[in-house]
């Protein structure tokens, strides 16, 4: 699976869009974008993910770069309780065996 | 539906003690794996299995042994525990295809 980069951390003022970059430069053609988030010391969350077209869930909207080599994570109005660890992870289909980086700590701030 | 059930939530124990952390998931999933996050760092994959009676090693295998004798079941085994096992360990299953991981709440295990 291919390597990501992420921000080490960032900050969002509260009620503001989050926008969290991901590279991912060495991308295959069959691999997918998937981002989780873990707040304090729970265990990580699903968020949402995506192989080459924009998604969008309740939680968030996935933007991937039409030559696929980086994606941002967009919170749309980001709250105190969206301060966590984001993990930005690139997976083949049917792939199983996950390598989790550093992630983006992301401050939300009142 | 319960999704990952990892049991115990804490856990203390003494050096050279062994304990198996329990791992249930009723999603009906192929895949599970077992990861260790340190403090402060991210998560480190131990083992993973891919069906029951098949595992593999992750990143951070050694210490800890894993069985696979069903679909549900994904128990880790720490043979003789070392301080530096001191960690969270979370549990995940994934199905087939592009389906994303699900995570337990973890077991937080001190080792003395």
């Known amino acids: 699976d291919a390597k990501t980069t992420q921000p080490t951390s960032m900050d969002c003022a509260e009620g503001r869009a989050a926008n969290l970059p991901c590279n991912h430069s060495t991308i295959s053609g069959n691999e997918y974008v998937y981002w989780y988030r873990q707040i304090h010391s729970q265990g990580p969350q699903y968020i949402i993910h995506g192989l080459k077209n924009n998604e969008t869930n309740e939680m968030a909207s996935l933007i991937i770069t039409e030559d696929r080599k980086s994606s941002t994570l967009i919170l749309p109005h980001a709250t105190l309780r969206d301060t966590a660890v984001y993990y930005c992870?690139?997976?083949?289909?049917?792939?199983?065996?996950?390598?989790f980086g550093a992630g983006t700590r992301l401050f939300v701030k009142a | 539906n319960a999704g990952v059930t990892q049991t115990p939530k804490f856990q203390v124990l003494k050096t050279g003690q062994s304990m198996t952390l329990q791992c249930a998931q009723d999603?009906?999933?192929?895949?599970m794996s077992w990861y260790r996050q340190d403090p402060g760092m991210g998560l480190r994959l131990i083992h993973y299995s891919v069906g029951a009676g098949i595992t593999d090693q992750g990143e951070v295998p050694n210490g800890y042994n894993v069985s696979r004798s069903t679909t549900e079941d994904f128990p880790l085994r720490l043979l003789s525990a070392a301080p530096s096992q001191t960690s969270v360990y979370f549990c995940?299953?994934?199905?087939?295809?592009?389906?994303?991981?699900?995570f337990g709440d973890g077991t937080r295990l001190s080792i003395l």
């Open positions: 999603m009906n999933h192929e895949y």
């Open positions: 995940a299953s994934q199905g087939m295809g592009n389906q994303p991981q699900h």
């Open positions: 992870i690139v997976r083949v289909e049917g792939g199983f065996k996950t390598i």
